[in-house]
């Protein structure tokens, strides 16, 4: 759980202590004491508790301090002290901490492992304002230490207000909420119901493990891309409301007769064409016929550059016929034009100066795109060739992945252990037209609850790449073996609680909402499980929580 500072492994023998000689003020009279310290930056009283799975309080101590101290080298480390000032608990803040707020009950949450057994403990603060305070300087002095650079570096003079009201996820502005609670005004509640099998004659190998998937959107096909080669899905007659094996893809080879392994994978031409990308690292893109997983034609930029990542030109590309990508890697933008003459394809390129370790773009309408970069930063772009129109500073942690909705409107970037839910609009202007300056409307960062993670017994948040439903209504992901599907609406109306979750047999390794012209499949997912593929099936609109 990472390095610990006079730490016991988890606050021990918590029980009511309470002194009634002890009053709130004195509490806050030493609580001032301590932050005279400069080294001190957050002071406040407390309530510690242990918690159950069900929620309910297992043990309580108080009254107590919770202090944020910093140390030296970016380090800090968050406390509970005693009235005696000694502190009971210390931990270095890191990368490693699990963590979540209760906003309702003024809770900080975290993890501990006890005994190979999750432990959930909270401290709760008196007020609202004080628990944001307590978020930006956690998350502040976290970020910091990953990053070993101060805040303001970090963010940039000019950024550093819009980044300190997400870290205290401060969203009250008024002149952005009333906009994108109309936006999503229409949403109804997504719930899980019954997962299905797929039908296939083809025996499970638990041997070759699943990479992901990719649907086609005018043809009735589902590929499900491994090591050797692509199986082949579609909708089942007998039962619509799941799929069935259609035929096995063999390996995928270039032109030169190499085996690939492929990886961001585009639908191209009407469904009939993919684009794809070799696992290692490689200086081209692959065209494959989609009907015989064969590839037949390979791009590359300058040849000397590699491709991390690729993203459509525009969201309705697969309808038409157009040719045109976009493509990048840690440091390059590229604007390919396979029509291009010669085997340089590079119609518009955008190299920058200095690296921003680039991770992963986005496509949303006629060349405009997103770029994430590793320090947790997006970047939003009218077109590859110009400087970015707006940037969003995000919060700090690497970007591995990002997502546009269908109408450019919102963008998910999936981090480690978070999401980040970043609107691109506001009411007359759009940020990759415009630059919308403190005008921008702010990022939410979605977590899952500590007691949700002790419930389900997930020690470590590692999400798959969140993904977007067509209605822009919902996001899905998932960690290990669980599901989990946000209400865009029940975020941004700031309930706590705004996703569902579910145990799978297996680990999960890509879900993404199913393709599909029926509407009582609406809301419906695909899972690719690590060994086989499942359809999940949702009930949508059935009242809210």
Same mark, same amino acid.
């Given at each position: ?14 029980? =009511? ?66 009235? =005696? ?13 699990? $963590? ?38 956690? !998350? ?5 230490? %990953? ?30 909420? +009333? ?66 094996? +259609? ?6 080879? =270039? ?18 064409? +993919? ?31 590699? $491709? ?18 976009l493509a990048m890697n840690d440091q390059h933008l590229f604007q390919i034009d396979p029509r291009e003459h010669g085997d340089k394809k590079a119609a518009k390129t955008k190299l920058y100066a200095s690296k921003y370790n ?9 060349? !405009? ?60 202007? !759009? ?45 899905? %992901? ?53 060994s086989e593929l499942r359809v999940q099936k949702t009930r949508i609109g059935s009242g809210r929580r």
């Amino acid at each position: 759980m990472g390095e610990k500072t006079n730490v016991q492994p988890r606050p021990k023998q918590v029980q =009511s202590n309470e002194d009634p000689m002890i009053t709130l003020a004195e509490l806050k009279v030493l609580a001032a004491q301590l932050k005279e310290d400069k080294t001190y930056i957050f002071a406040e009283p407390s309530v510690l508790y242990l918690v159950d799975s069900d929620g309910s309080i297992k043990e309580r101590r108080e009254p107590l301090l919770l202090s944020i101290r910093l140390t030296e080298n970016f380090t800090a480390v968050f406390s509970l002290h005693e009235i =005696s000032l000694s502190a009971i608990y210390s931990r270095k803040i890191d990368e490693s901490i699990v $963590f979540g707020y209760d906003d309702p009950t003024n809770c900080f949450q975290w993890m501990e492992v006890e005994n190979g057994e999750l432990e959930l403990c909270a401290a709760q603060v008196e007020n609202a304002e004080i628990l944001m305070n307590f978020k930006f300087f956690f !998350s502040r002095c976290r970020m910091e230490f %990953s990053r070993q650079e101060p805040f303001e570096v970090i963010f940039g003079r000019e950024e550093v207000e819009w980044a300190e009201q997400v870290l205290r996820q401060d969203y009250n502005r008024q002149d952005t909420r +009333m906009i994108i609670e109309e936006e999503l005004k229409d949403a109804q509640e997504i719930q899980f119901e019954e997962d299905l099998p797929v039908n296939s004659a083809v025996p499970i190998d638990r041997n070759e493990v699943n990479r992901g998937i990719v649907q086609g959107k005018l043809i009735d096909r589902t590929f499900v891309h491994k090591r050797n080669g692509f199986s082949v899905f579609r909708t089942y007659a007998a039962d619509p409301n799941t799929l069935e094996f +259609m035929m096995q893809l063999p390996a995928v080879k =270039s032109l030169g007769g190499a085996t690939l392994a492929p990886k961001k994978i585009l639908m191209r031409e009407e469904d009939t064409r +993919m684009l794809m990308l070799n696992d290692f690292s490689d200086k081209k893109v692959y065209y494959a016929d989609s009907e015989r997983g064969k590839v037949i034609s390979e791009f590359q930029s300058d040849g000397v550059n590699t $491709f991390t990542d690729i993203a459509c030109f525009d969201q309705q590309d697969e309808f038409t016929m157009n040719p045109v990508f976009l493509a990048m890697n840690d440091q390059h933008l590229f604007q390919i034009d396979p029509r291009e003459h010669g085997d340089k394809k590079a119609a518009k390129t955008k190299l920058y100066a200095s690296k921003y370790n680039f991770t992963a773009m986005a496509g949303v309408h006629q060349g !405009s795109c997103a770029v994430a970069s590793k320090k947790g930063e997006v970047r939003v772009y009218k077109e590859i060739g110009q400087n970015a129109k707006n940037l969003y500073p995000g919060n700090g942690e690497e970007i591995i992945a990002l997502d546009s909705s269908k109408d450019g409107k919102w963008l998910v970037a999936t981090c480690r252990d978070s999401l980040l839910l970043i609107p691109t609009f506001t009411d007359n202007a !759009s940020a990759y037209k415009k630059n919308l300056g403190k005008q921008k409307p702010l990022a939410r960062v979605l977590k899952l609850q500590p007691l949700d993670m002790k419930k389900f017994n997930i020690a470590r948040v590692e999400f798959t790449p969140a993904r977007f439903d067509d209605g822009q209504s919902y996001i899905v %992901s998932s960690t290990g073996n669980v599901l989990v599907t946000w209400e865009m609406k029940l975020v941004f109306e700031g309930v706590p609680c705004s996703y569902h979750l579910k145990r799978m047999a297996d680990k999960i390794v890509a879900p993404d909402f199913r393709h599909s012209q029926r509407p009582e499949n609406e809301g419906d997912l695909l899972v690719a499980l690590q060994s086989e593929l499942r359809v999940q099936k949702t009930r949508i609109g059935s009242g809210r929580r």
